[in-house]
């Protein structure tokens, strides 16, 4: 009896499980002789995904929640039996801070973006220039720029400089941890250049293409954008884990290099085998699969791409020690104004189920492009910074319960301008000097988890389409 044909995983994020629970229900429904082995580096599956439990409360240490709108999480989720778990985040007031001064967002917005004037003409976010900039967005022409842009160059453009780095900064290229003047527009939001193209204007464009919202009754909050689980994202790679084939996952093994043979490929792991593999999905960050294929030149270019480091920092409560409570779910912070946390989630609110009844969990963010020495610093002077710019705006008169840092190390990868190109040309080059090979995950196409779900969706075809060549 011919072997079966042996595919690897390398990397065990939601993108490498995902790649592994789709490959293995097609091998059962349609009993292919294929058999998948993903190999991940730590000791743990889920990459940036970890919950964890404390006294109570249950602290995202990485993404706390995804984008309901993007199907795919909830499509997967539905699949492994998980959708009771499901839950959606308590809506709430939402706060820019801008000097010292917490703005309520403006109205009528998509990501910061007016899809009308009024709310804008009416907040203090803005000057009275910027807001005469704004008004004139519907008029100005269209851009001629045909290739891809910074988001910064393209915004800046269209409404001014003021509502870029008081408003758009903080939410658009704050999902990133990048620089607004170097991510690539067309990597990123590109509905903002279509937009503009088809309708001369983005304020036009939005309000001719944007869902209207559903009428809100009176006293009735409108559904939250986001979902989670009830038992944290980790029980979402616990689950996938639960459905994956005995003996599929092997953990605390990272593959170092890969070695194209006649017909098929070694990988080289860090415990010194090779396992020989005919089709392999790179599911890790992009610096690791540029490590694994160095002698290839064409995977220089991921060498160019960056990424950021980030840490989030968990503090907990009594509800007592907070003097000045704001009645909202969190905020984000203007680029210019003088703070080193980058935003606040207030998650008791947010996601109520996290915190025990008479606590508080405010969860921030430190870490841009320009502060990512914020990173290496301890536990307790991260907690200080976090509190000292938090007290600028709340009276926290106690320390806290105990607060949790995460340090996320290179893990926030920068679609800068050009990445679109960039991904393709290295995928190209793989079609021809690495047959089925394929790349999935945050790095390329989006670093959302339900992004990186499709990613893993993507590479199941890629390999089963291969393989059946
Ligand atoms: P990863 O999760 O990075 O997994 C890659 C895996 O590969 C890791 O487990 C790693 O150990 C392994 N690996 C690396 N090298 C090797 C090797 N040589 N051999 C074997 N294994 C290897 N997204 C949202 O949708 N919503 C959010 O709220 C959100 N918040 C975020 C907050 C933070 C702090 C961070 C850091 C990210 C956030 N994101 C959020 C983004 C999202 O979490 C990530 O983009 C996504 O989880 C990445 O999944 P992945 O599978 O591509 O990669």
Same mark, same amino acid.
């Given at each position: 009896?011919?072997?079966?044909?042996?595919?690897?995983?390398?990397?065990?994020?939601?993108?490498?499980?995902?790649?592994?629970?789709?490959?293995?229900?097609?091998?059962?429904?349609?009993?292919?002789?294929?058999?998948?082995?993903?190999?991940?580096?730590?000791?743990?599956?889920?990459?940036?995904?970890?919950?964890?439990?404390?006294?109570?409360?249950?602290?995202?240490?990485?993404?706390?929640?995804?984008?309901?709108?993007?199907?795919?999480?909830?499509?997967?989720?539905?699949?492994?039996?998980?959708?009771?778990?499901?839950?959606?985040?308590?809506?709430?007031?939402?706060?820019?801070?801008?000097?010292?001064?917490?703005?309520?967002?403006?109205?009528?917005?998509?990501?910061?973006?007016?899809?009308?004037?009024?709310?804008?003409?009416?907040?203090?976010?803005?000057?009275? !220039?910027?807001?005469?900039? $704004?008004?004139?967005?519907?008029?100005?022409?269209?851009?001629?720029?045909?290739?891809?842009?910074?988001?910064?160059?393209?915004?800046?453009?269209?409404?001014?400089?003021?509502?870029?780095?008081?408003?758009?900064?903080?939410?658009?290229?704050?999902?990133?941890?990048?620089?607004?003047?170097?991510?690539?527009?067309?990597?990123?939001?590109?509905?903002?250049?279509?937009?503009?193209?088809?309708?001369?204007?983005?304020?036009?464009?939005?309000?001719?293409?944007?869902?209207?919202?559903?009428?809100?009754?009176?006293?009735?909050?409108?559904?939250?954008?986001?979902?989670?689980?009830?038992?944290?994202?980790?029980?979402?790679?616990?689950?996938?884990?639960?459905?994956?084939?005995?003996?599929?996952?092997?953990?605390?093994?990272?593959?170092?290099?890969?070695?194209?043979?006649?017909?098929?490929?070694?990988?080289?792991?860090?415990?010194?085998?090779?396992?020989?593999?005919?089709?392999?999905?790179?599911?890790?960050?992009?610096?690791?699969?540029?490590?694994?294929?160095?002698?290839?030149?064409?995977?220089?270019?991921?060498?160019?791409?960056?990424?950021?480091?980030?840490?989030?920092?968990?503090?907990?409560?009594?509800?007592?020690?907070? !003097?000045?409570?704001?009645?909202?779910?969190?905020?984000?912070?203007?680029?210019?104004?003088?703070?080193? $946390?980058?935003?606040?989630?207030?998650?008791?609110?947010?996601?109520?189920?996290?915190?025990?009844?008479? !606590?508080?969990?405010?969860?921030?963010?430190?870490?841009?492009?320009?502060?990512?020495?914020?990173?290496?610093?301890?536990?307790?002077?991260?907690?200080?910074?976090?509190?000292?710019?938090? +007290?600028?705006?709340?009276?926290?008169?106690?320390?806290?319960?105990?607060?949790?840092?995460?340090?996320?190390?290179?893990?926030?990868?920068?679609?800068?301008?050009?990445?679109?190109?960039?991904?393709?040309?290295?995928?190209? +080059?793989?079609?021809?000097?690495?047959?089925?090979?394929?790349?999935?995950?945050?790095?390329?196409?989006?670093?959302?988890?339900?992004?990186?779900?499709?990613?893993?969706?993507?590479?199941?075809? +890629?390999?089963?389409?291969?393989?059946?060549?």
């Amino acid at each position: 009896m011919a072997e079966k044909k042996q595919i690897a995983i390398v990397g065990g994020g939601i993108a490498g499980l995902t790649t592994a629970y789709y490959l293995q229900k097609q091998i059962r429904a349609y009993r292919l002789d294929y058999e998948v082995k993903l190999f991940e580096a730590s000791s743990h599956l889920g990459g940036k995904i970890e919950t964890l439990k404390k006294d109570g409360f249950m602290i995202e240490r990485g993404p706390d929640s995804f984008l309901a709108r993007k199907e795919s999480a909830s499509r997967l989720i539905y699949d492994i039996g998980m959708e009771k778990d499901l839950v959606r985040n308590n809506t709430g007031q939402s706060y820019i801070l801008a000097g010292k001064k917490l703005h309520k967002m403006p109205k009528r917005a998509f990501m910061g973006v007016p899809t009308e004037l009024k709310p804008f003409y009416q907040s203090r976010l803005l000057s009275t !220039k910027a807001k005469a900039r $704004i008004s004139v967005e519907p008029m100005l022409p269209k851009g001629k720029e045909a290739q891809d842009q910074s988001m910064g160059l393209f915004f800046r453009r269209r409404f001014g400089d003021e509502l870029v780095e008081n408003v758009l900064e903080p939410l658009l290229s704050g999902v990133y941890a990048g620089d607004i003047d170097e991510l690539s527009l067309m990597a990123t939001y590109p509905k903002f250049y279509e937009v503009e193209q088809q309708y001369g204007s983005v304020i036009k464009g939005l309000q001719a293409t944007m869902p209207k919202p559903p009428k809100q009754k009176k006293g009735v909050k409108p559904p939250g954008a986001f979902l989670s689980l009830k038992n944290g994202l980790e029980s979402l790679v616990e689950g996938l884990e639960a459905k994956l084939d005995p003996g599929t996952v092997q953990l605390e093994t990272s593959v170092d290099h890969i070695e194209r043979k006649a017909d098929h490929y070694h990988l080289l792991l860090g415990n010194g085998e090779v396992f020989r593999a005919d089709a392999a999905v790179l599911a890790s960050p992009f610096f690791a699969v540029q490590r694994m294929l160095s002698q290839y030149d064409f995977m220089e270019q991921l060498k160019e791409m960056k990424a950021t480091s980030v840490a989030t920092v968990a503090m907990t409560f009594d509800a007592s020690a907070i !003097k000045k409570d704001i009645d909202g779910t969190g905020f984000v912070i203007s680029r210019n104004s003088k703070y080193r $946390i980058t935003a606040c989630t207030w998650t008791h609110k947010k996601w109520e189920d996290t915190t025990p009844e008479g !606590k508080v969990m405010l969860r921030c963010y430190v870490g841009r492009p320009d502060d990512s020495g914020v990173v290496d610093l301890s536990d307790e002077e991260i907690v200080q910074i976090a509190l000292k710019d938090l +007290n600028k705006i709340m009276k926290i008169k106690s320390k806290p319960l105990f607060s949790v840092v995460s340090r996320w190390k290179k893990a926030m990868p920068q679609y800068v301008v050009g990445h679109l190109k960039r991904v393709a040309d290295v995928r190209a +080059n793989m079609a021809i000097h690495l047959p089925g090979v394929f790349l999935a995950g945050g790095s390329y196409d989006g670093i959302g988890i339900p992004d990186c779900i499709d990613s893993g969706e993507q590479a199941v075809q +890629n390999v089963l389409a291969y393989l059946r060549e």
